[in-house]
């Protein structure tokens, strides 16, 4: 900020110095001034070959302060000045480059520079003055001609128009016939409203080349989009595979006629064509893919996903070194919620580029979802090797650990990501602690778990993990109920709904002996649980049958419990204990 504060104030002086020397009338720099300007100038240029560009400025801004006369110092400042500049502030700069443009109308490179700048600025008047000048001075460079009509062409003025057709006629002539042309003159016509020079330039371009695939394919898109008639449109694609079967283009083109017209089943079967044609880049295929999926996956045609499946095939056997084919193909995989296929997918794209964390950290929630743990760690592994500090990978190997119950190495996993964490990352860093606190919870460290969710609340105090994990422990120990009461109430408001959290906050009632208002939360969190099993859990139904046995209701609370031991019938003595007792 500093140093753009420095810029903007160093081209405030200079412009200053520039209108009083033209008010005063002074005769300019001192020839000892304009010699110092010369020479840093000269050593900018060598500053800036050796890739030296903080002090390349310095000194050019430094030559331009000595000697604000020299317009060619004044330009090469200019473009260091449009790179550092905050956008919209491009007038100053701007004004240097037009003083030497105008000054040297015969730089070729300067003033087409000077054009392409104004015409990203939209400045359109501007870059077509230079334009014309420049190509008034240089008529047989083809890329000016090109420039300039396209230039001309933005104008919307009819005299403009018909001077960019002529441009166009003449790149034709020196270069030949070609579709990139003819489009361009096409929007021309159109901007004129001349549909009828749009249809006579076609069927010229086809009658001079008459055996070329591209002009057919060209006269079809012409014939099809202003109205032609729909057997004539599709003769011109047809014959445009008759000259080439490998065209990748005319049965794309012909798909999307179909489209166009709404025949899905004749656009589904030229797009497949299109699509087993080696000749067409892979860019373009991709990009075919991305169009049918957008347009056909959810309209209810059960067929669709199969058809996409099959272009995606065909296209790995054709590419299968494509990084981005792999990478597609495992976007609609996982739309599909096929996990297997998509990890599959997703490891033939890390193959080819394994420079991406993200995508580690996919493959190992992959593998997660197919329970294949051995698989999900060895990802997470291999992504640890070219990302030893990432806290995303870290965190799934930590989970890991702790699944397979190895609680010392689950430790030493937080703490590594811990030490990897920015410290600005606080929601991150209570996460950590969360997890640290539930590994000491299993290894019965109770002092030092409630520590760790004390560090992740006092991180993050709307930690609702943190809240709920601490105040279900502190419950199952009796211990400070009044304010594990107070944790699992905001936990459940943070997390509106969520059944693991109500049944912490139902535990921590019944240990306060409220079990009327206990009974309220567990069967809240029973109803929204039974919706998605995975929710529920032997946890669940054992509280349940507590609160129930407490209020009288012994049927229910052994309904409860039963359900309770379905979860693990053979590892649940207390709950039959409880069964027992009940009976």
């Known amino acids: 900020m500093k140093r753009l504060l420095y810029i903007i104030l160093a081209l405030a002086a200079l412009g200053a110095s520039l209108g009083a020397r033209a008010a005063k009338g002074s005769p300019g720099p001192s020839r000892e001034d304009r010699d110092k300007a010369d020479y840093l100038y000269l050593e900018a240029l060598r500053s800036r070959a050796k890739g030296e560009n903080d002090a390349a400025f310095s000194l050019m801004q430094r030559a331009a302060e000595l000697n604000p006369d020299d317009k060619e110092i004044g330009y090469e400042l200019a473009r260091y000045l449009l790179v550092l500049m905050p956008e919209g502030s491009a007038e100053t700069p701007l004004r240097l480059m037009r003083e030497y443009v105008d000054a040297n109308p015969a730089d070729y490179q300067a003033g087409s520079q000077y054009a392409m700048i104004n015409d990203k600025l939209q400045q359109d008047a501007e870059a077509l003055r230079v334009l014309l000048r420049l190509h008034a001075a240089y008529p047989e ?75 057919q394919i060209y006269s079809g898109n012409v014939y099809g989009q202003f109205g032609g008639d729909r057997a004539e449109v599709l003769a011109f694609y047809d014959r445009a595979i008759e000259l080439d079967p490998s065209s990748g283009w005319a049965y794309f083109s012909k798909a999307a006629y179909y489209r166009s017209q709404g025949d899905s089943a004749a656009y589904t079967r030229e797009m497949a064509n299109a699509m087993t044609r080696e000749n067409l880049d892979v860019e373009t295929k991709l990009g075919f893919i991305q169009e049918y999926v957008k347009s056909n996956l959810n309209t209810g045609d059960s067929l ?40 599959e997918q997703l490891e033939q794209s890390l193959g080819l580029d394994p420079a991406n964390e993200s995508d580690w950290d996919f493959l190992s929630a992959l593998y997660f979802q197919t329970d294949d743990t051995i698989r999900a760690e060895d990802a997470v592994t291999r992504g640890l090797r070219y990302y030893p500090e990432s806290v995303n990978l870290l965190l799934k190997l930590g989970v890991i650990n702790n699944m397979r119950k190895d609680y010392a190495a689950a430790e030493e996993t937080y703490r590594r990501a811990l030490g990897a ?28 778990a409630f520590a760790a969710y004390d560090k992740a609340l006092e991180y993050n105090p709307d930690n609702s993990f943190a809240l709920n994990n601490a105040a279900y422990h502190m419950a199952c120990e009796e211990r400070d109920l009044e304010r594990a009461l107070t944790m699992a109430e905001k936990a459940c408001r943070l997390s509106v709904d969520n059944p693991t959290k109500l049944d912490t906050y139902a535990w921590v009632l019944y240990k306060l002996g409220r079990y009327a208002e206990a009974r309220e939360q567990i069967d809240r969190a029973i109803e929204l649980a039974a919706d998605d099993p995975s929710e529920l859990g032997p946890e669940i139904y054992d509280h349940a049958g507590d609160i129930y046995s407490e209020l009288g209701e012994h049927d229910k609370a052994r309904e409860m419990w039963q359900k309770a031991l379905e979860y693990n019938p053979d590892d649940a003595p207390a709950i039959r204990e409880k069964i027992k007792q009940r009976r």
Not at 187 to 200: M, P, R, S, V
Not at 317 to 342: C, G, I, N, R
């Open 304 to 343: 669709a996903p199969a058809r996409i499946r099959a272009m995606f095939d065909t296209l790995t056997l054709q590419h299968p070194l494509e990084h981005d084919v792999h990478a597609l193909y495992t976007s609609f995989l996982t739309s599909e919620k096929d996990w297997p296929a998509a990890a």
């Open 141 to 215: 460079r083809p890329e000016l001609t090109w420039a300039t009509a396209r230039a001309l062409g933005h104008t919307g003025d009819t005299a403009d128009l018909r001077r960019a057709i002529v441009l166009f006629d003449s790149l034709e002539i020196t270069q030949g016939p070609g579709v990139q042309i003819a489009g361009q003159r096409l929007e021309l016509y159109y901007q004129l409203g001349d549909t009828a020079a749009i249809f006579a330039d076609a069927d010229r371009l086809r009658g001079l080349r008459p055996t070329d695939p591209d002009f």
């Open 421 to 448: 964490a920015s410290p600005k990352d606080i929601e991150t860093i209570s996460q950590i602690y969360t997890s640290l606190g539930d590994i000491f919870q299993a290894r019965e460290m109770s002092d030092s």
